[in-house]
């Protein structure tokens, strides 16, 4: 089983509120994402990493925003949570060899 | 633009039946097919892949069939079971050196019918 660890599990919140998503990997791994999961279930790449102090927008425009100042650690957050980020978001590391990346079991937000 | 392609959306299937599930891409720069399989409540986990160089790859009941000159890939699944019920998501990997990075396909929900 895939040591990459996300908290919270479920989160239900109200507008305008300040949230972080939190992404823990023990693998040593340099590169991490965030991705969106649709209702539909389609993931979409908002942010990935390649390393400490290295962060990246990925393929859909997204308001959060991303840190990376330690390896293990890729938290993700949305300044000002709004209903239309209501969605899945799923974080995921690949090691150096890139075959085969590895997921969290994702945090369900929820925004009132 | 999507990428990487995939169909159908949903699929029923019998138990014992086999399950087809396809996807093509565009950007020939890709070097690396994995398929992903996701359980309600939990994230993607690698359940096979595939290299362009091979033309098929099978793991127990589970098969994937490449086409390079088509671009073109597919997963099969032999003798469906009910606890194969799952979202699939096909992957192509592209880049070199740090710019690789993995491209998803829209998944597809299999129901196996007990």
């Known amino acids: 089983e895939a040591d990459i660890y996300q908290t919270p599990r479920y989160l239900v919140i109200g507008t305008g509120k300040k949230i972080t998503l939190e992404c823990s990997q023990t693998?040593?791994?340099?590169?991490m994402y965030w991705y969106q999961q649709d209702p539909g279930m389609e993931l979409h790449l908002i942010h990935y990493?390649?390393?400490?102090?290295?962060?990246e927008k990925g393929d859909l425009s997204s308001e959060s925003t991303v840190s990376r100042i330690r390896t293990e650690h890729f938290p993700l957050t949305l300044e000002s949570a709004r209903p239309s980020h209501t969605s899945q978001y799923l974080c995921?590391?690949?090691?150096?060899?890139?075959?085969?990346?590895?997921f969290g079991q994702g945090t369900r937000l929820t925004v009132v | 633009q999507q990428q990487v392609k995939q169909s159908p959306q949903s699929l029923i299937v019998q138990k014992g039946g086999i399950s087809i599930i396809n996807c093509a891409y565009e950007?020939?720069?890709?070097?690396?097919f994995p398929w992903y399989q996701q359980f309600p409540g939990k994230g993607p986990a690698l359940l096979i892949a595939?290299?362009?160089?091979?033309s098929e790859k099978k793991e127990g009941r589970f098969t994937i069939s490449f086409n390079k000159s088509a671009k073109q890939f597919s997963l099969h699944i032999m003798d469906s079971q009910p606890g194969d019920s799952a979202t699939y998501f096909c992957?192509?990997?592209?880049?070199?050196?740090?710019?690789?990075?993995?491209?998803f396909g829209s998944g597809t929900q299999l129901t196996v019918l007990p």
């Open positions: 995921a590391s690949i090691p150096a060899s890139n075959t085969e990346a590895f």
């Open positions: 693998m040593g791994h340099d590169k």
């Open positions: 990493s390649y390393g400490v102090n290295s962060t």
């Open positions: 950007n020939t720069a890709f070097d690396y």
């Open positions: 595939i290299r362009p160089d091979v």
């Open positions: 992957a192509a990997r592209r880049g070199v050196g740090s710019a690789r990075q993995l491209t």
